[in-house]
């Protein structure tokens, strides 16, 4: 296969710029984008990827020589984008959710089975997070042992002047556990080792957001597997003080050491993001992790051209999704009114 060429399709989430980044830096070229309407991100498109042309959607559905799509349309418009694009004959990179519905699961499990397509969610809390990388080397290596728990918190900014309407129903946006907490559980399944787990605790709430009352700012999960224990808590509370979107952290115990990331910032401490806190028996330091590789994005290549799973296992990648749902079901509601 010569150069990999993709189109990016949806800019309702801003998170389009570095799905479309991270392939243009491991060597892919960006074909041409469509979105509907006009989303806040779509002018921060134009500006980041000027050369880039918009161009209809079945023009660039139609293109046999695009092999791939990257999709952050709205949430409960995903799942249905991303089946037209794999009936097409493109592989598909989607926006955490991927989808929102056990029927839109089921729907993509059969089309990925009939169309033997690729269809990636970009979990960028690890897949963008080059600490990410450093610990997964870490934890492979056996510098702390055998993982036992991970703690995976996920504040956001909430910024909720910005926001569009959608964004606040649970209805079209699937809620937060479906959406933010899918990522901590990618990570708990990636770094113990896990095929599986189930949920044994889960909780959304609404404390802080009157005037949007069916809205959830606050999320928890407790999943655990065959050998390992996981917890994740997410919110919508980052404080304006905070010199980013959110101060993102993931703890890792193992039998024989921790590890640490402060994934964005540290808080009045080092400057940058991406640190990492290794104790063990002989080490008790903090590793620099800014000019670590993200393999995510050059390793999707390599699948598309090889039609391997080295990005991520498909068979994760569907359960992250049934997870994070299974949860949002069963959570426990709090100052939210009844379903």
């Keep these: ?35 509907e309407a006009d989303p806040q991100p779509r002018a921060g498109f134009i500006e980041r990827f000027p050369d880039a042309p918009e161009c209809a959607l079945e023009a660039l559905l139609d293109d046999p020589s695009i092999a791939l799509v990257l999709i952050a349309c709205r949430p409960d418009r995903r799942a249905d ?19 929102i519905t056990e029927d839109e699961l089921g729907r993509l499990r059969a089309t990925v089975r009939d169309t033997g397509r690729i269809w990636s969610v970009n979990f960028s809390e ?8 450093v610990a997964t080397r870490l934890v492979r290596d056996g ?16 910024n909720a002047a910005t926001r569009p309407d959608w964004f606040f129903e649970a ?31 889960a909780s959304v709430g609404n404390y802080a957001n009157p005037d ?6 606050f999320g928890e999960v407790s999943l655990r597997s065959a050998h390992a224990q996981g917890y994740v808590r997410v919110d919508w509370y980052t404080a304006d003080a905070l010199p980013n979107w959110g101060d993102g952290r993931l703890f890792i115990t193992g039998t024989e050491g921790t ?18 806190f290794l104790v063990n028996g002989t080490r008790c330091e903090h590793i620099d992790c800014s000019d670590a590789p993200l393999p995510y994005f050059g390793d999707l290549m390599a699948d598309i051209r090889d039609r391997t799973q080295t990005a991520c296992p498909q068979a994760r990648t569907f359960r992250v999704c049934e997870l994070a749902m299974q949860a949002q079901a069963m959570a426990l509601r709090r100052n939210l009114p009844r379903a």
């Design 171 to 201: 209805s079209t946006y699937g809620g937060i556990l479906t959406d933010i907490a899918s990522h901590q559980i990618e990570q708990f399944l990636h770094f113990t080792r896990s095929e599986d787990a189930e949920i044994s605790l």
């Design 212 to 217: 949007h009352p069916a809205f959830e700012d």
């Design 1 to 35: 296969m010569d150069r990999i060429r993709f189109a990016a399709l949806g800019m309702d989430h801003r998170h389009i710029y570095g799905m479309t980044q991270g392939m243009m830096d491991a060597g892919a070229e960006l074909a041409g984008w469509w979105t």
């Design 143 to 158: 510098a702390i042992g055998e993982v036992v728990q991970t703690v995976g918190l996920g504040p956001h900014r909430l």
């Design 81 to 99: 984008l991303a089946i037209a694009a794999m009936r097409a004959g493109k592989d598909v990179m989607v926006d955490k959710p991927g989808c």
């Design 259 to 276: 590890i640490e990331l402060r994934k964005y910032v540290d808080v009045a401490g080092r400057p940058g993001g991406d640190h990492l």
């Design 126 to 133: 690890r897949f963008e997070v080059r600490a990410t990388t």
